[in-house]
């Protein structure tokens, strides 16, 4: 990643399309998404060290989310797992009432970047891959006004997602625990990952996914940013 001026791109399109899930009654402060505020969740979450399940870093990562949302007057929850080996952790903070908008991240990073020719062993640091994504969430949950919500949106920070292929490990364990879990069928989501690349390019696009399907097997609209999932193959 490469300056600060990579978050607002997309932190600000996420925050203007919620936005459009707030009452139309003016707010009493004007509320900005905040790109440098973003930046620094990234720089304090690269400050904890790598991030996979059972670290150090994972431990502080989990304390950081919860002071964060907490203080900003979000509702927070832990939703323990054990999955394919490994105890995880995906966290939840709501806000407002109504149908539900899930806005996700995964806030674990790679145990060993086994794709790197150099040093295969050592962890991954996961400033664009885990960093990124949550420090959006972050700044939404203070950028977002609450009161004027008409839909009840819950920021989900997953665990466990990015260990897949490491000692047999599938990938998206925690989102995959999260979605068998699901009591509701959300109107939508918004997954955020990867959004700090230096050339980052975002697309809305609407999808079907099993983690928002309901009891009768349809499902709702899920809208996906993903940095380099939308890539043309010429990298154009």
Do not use: K
């Not at 990234?42 to 989310?65: D, H, K, T």
């Not at 790679?110 to 960093?131: Q, T």
């Not at 939404?140 to 466990?160: G, I, K, N, Q, S």
């Amino acid at each position: 990643m490469r300056g600060s001026d990579r978050i607002p791109a997309c932190g600000m399109g996420i925050f203007l399309l919620l936005l459009a899930a707030c009452l139309p009654s003016p707010p009493a402060v004007e509320r900005r998404f905040d790109g440098q505020a973003a930046f620094r969740h990234i720089q304090a979450q690269l400050a904890m060290g790598p991030r996979y399940p059972g670290s150090s870093g994972w431990e502080q990562v989990q304390r950081y989310i919860q002071d964060h949302v907490t203080r900003e007057g979000w509702r927070f929850e832990v939703q323990p797992f054990v999955a394919s080996g490994i105890s995880g952790r995906n966290l939840i903070a709501r806000a407002g009432h109504g149908p539900v908008i899930l806005v996700g991240a995964h806030y674990d990073t790679r145990r060993r970047a086994d794709r790197d020719p150099e040093r295969p062993e050592d962890p991954v640091p996961g400033a664009n891959d885990g960093a990124s994504g949550v420090a959006v969430l972050l700044e939404l949950a203070r950028a977002l006004d609450r009161p004027r919500l008409r839909y009840e949106v819950w920021l989900v920070f997953f665990d466990a997602e990015d260990q897949g292929e490491l000692d047999g490990l599938p990938w998206i364990i925690g989102s995959t625990h999260f979605a068998a879990m699901l009591t509701t069928t959300p109107t939508a989501m918004i997954l955020v990952d990867m959004v700090g690349d230096a050339d980052p390019q975002f697309i809305m696009n609407g999808i079907r996914i099993p983690c928002c399907a309901n009891g009768s097997g349809g499902s709702r609209r899920s809208w996906v940013i993903e940095n380099g999932l939308f890539r043309n193959p010429a990298g154009r």
